[in-house]
């Protein structure tokens, strides 16, 4: 398999929020009731601009072929296309090599390869998996089918009641017998930043391996796995500019490599007869059937875009759209903000109450407007069971959105509670 493709610097633009939004078109899309999107459900998926829509049907007009098998000429650049795809995103993430990248169809998929292909070979019973109260479902059910399966012992490091984690408690959940903490950078319920470095610098001081749930965080925020020092990574295309279906772990070389296949077929081995096979170098080893490729490709064309407008920008925007945000939402009356109080420690995501009105009618209320958001639990049960509410509803933010819409968020709910007979 070809490791190594060379790729073109990418041009760095100034933060330009007029023609990034110029380049989604649905956030021009008005609805029956003339209301106007505002589009504020990023952390269950984001929108995808003109450039990546572009590559994705380029791939499928120009390149199509399925992917390491032909000698002829589409077959070898759509390889070379999917090739370029994984080392981009190797080069996004600060990997060493691009082998180090696996193709999945999402952030659940890929800690589900972790668990399956990792713990379920290393891991014996009495062993502990160390997780948290803030993670979401796809961080949580895998590692109890796991314990059910195979008698791990599985832990929480707790939330406090500001959504933060209790790091004390982290210092002692975190003992000589873990062999994984598997922790999110971000959580999707609270928007809470997790102190990673804390985290992994304990983790590794009893030995213990890190994944990191990063379905969050690397869409949002600069992410460098070798700074981190952490040996998984998962996250999802669709929540950073890409489509539906394509999503990613990254694991170190050599643990990738000590770990066992999940899915048998085509292109994960190396020989099959009829008494055995022998499995692919990684990351083919991984990529059981054929792959998506046309998505993987466009995920190549979301992470030029994000690249371009630079993570530490896209950072600071959103820092300061959720500074105002707070700020704004806090003088509604009846709103009642769950987690961390600054914009500093949370990224782009706010979870909030209204005094006497179901999330899901806020929502409705806001659709109305043209306002989306989500409500629910948010696959965080654990944590509305730690907020003692059944759901909440959330407004979570992205590269494209302005404090304009803030204020149609924050009007919009003033309407709401009108609606529900608030003063
Ligand atoms: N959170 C949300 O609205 P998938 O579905 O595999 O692409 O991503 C799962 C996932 C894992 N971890 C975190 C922290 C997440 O936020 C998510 C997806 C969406 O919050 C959909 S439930």
Redesign the pocket.
């Known amino acids: 398999m070809t490791s190594l493709v060379s790729l073109p610097a990418v041009e760095r633009l100034p933060y330009d929020i007029a023609r990034i939004r110029r380049d989604f078109p649905i956030l021009k899309r008005e609805f029956d009731s003339g209301a106007r999107l505002v589009y504020l459900?990023n952390?269950?998926?984001s929108q995808r601009p003109v450039q990546v829509l572009a590559e994705l049907t380029r791939f499928y007009r120009d390149h199509n072929a399925n992917i390491h098998r032909g000698v002829h000429t589409l077959s070898v650049e759509a390889t070379d296309l999917y090739e370029k795809a994984r080392a981009k995103v190797a080069r996004f993430i600060g990997a060493a090599d691009p082998r180090e990248i696996v193709f999945t169809?999402?952030?659940?998929?890929?800690?589900n390869l972790v668990a399956h292909g990792w713990a379920r070979k290393f891991l014996k019973p009495g062993d502990e998996v160390v997780i948290s109260e803030i993670?979401?479902?796809?961080?949580i059910v895998p590692w109890q089918m796991l314990r059910d399966e195979r008698g791990i012992t599985l832990k929480y490091i707790p939330m406090l009641p500001d959504g933060t984690l209790d790091m004390e408690a982290a210092l002692t959940t975190i003992t000589e017998r873990t062999r994984l903490v598997a922790v999110?950078a971000?959580?999707?319920?609270l928007g809470t930043i997790v102190p990673l470095d804390l985290i992994v610098a304990r983790a590794k001081a009893v030995g213990a391996f890190v994944l990191v749930?990063g379905?969050?965080s690397v869409p949002h925020l600069p992410v460098d796995v070798q700074a981190l020092g952490i040996d998984f990574l998962?996250f999802?295309g669709?929540?950073m500019l890409a489509p539906f279906g394509i999503?990613v772990l990254w694991g170190r070389l050599p643990v990738l490599e000590s770990m066992d296949p999940f899915l048998g077929g085509g292109d994960m081995i190396l020989t099959v007869s009829m008494a055995r096979s022998t499995w692919a170098e990684v990351p083919a080893k991984f990529e059981a059937g054929t792959p998506n490729v046309g998505d993987a490709v466009a995920l190549g064309a979301a992470v030029d875009y994000l690249s371009a407008l630079g993570m530490d920008a896209v950072r600071e925007h959103e820092r300061e759209i959720t500074d105002y945000a707070l700020r704004r939402l806090a003088d509604v009356p009846g709103v009642s903000i769950f987690g961390v109080p600054d914009a500093d420690q949370r990224g782009g995501v706010i979870s909030f109450d209204l005094e006497g009105v179901h999330p899901h009618d806020i929502g409705q209320v806001l659709d109305t407007k043209g306002v989306a958001i989500?409500t629910g639990h948010?696959?965080?049960q654990p944590v509305m069971l730690a907020l003692n509410v059944p759901a909440t509803a959330?407004a979570?933010f992205y590269i494209y959105n302005t404090t304009d819409e803030v204020d149609a968020l924050a009007s919009g709910l003033e309407e709401v509670g009108r609606f529900f007979g608030r003063k």
């Open positions: 459900d952390a269950a998926t169809r999402n952030t659940t998929e890929s800690i993670e979401h479902h796809s961080n999110t971000m959580s999707n319920a749930d379905a969050q998962a999802s669709h929540k999503g989500r948010h696959c965080a959330r979570s």
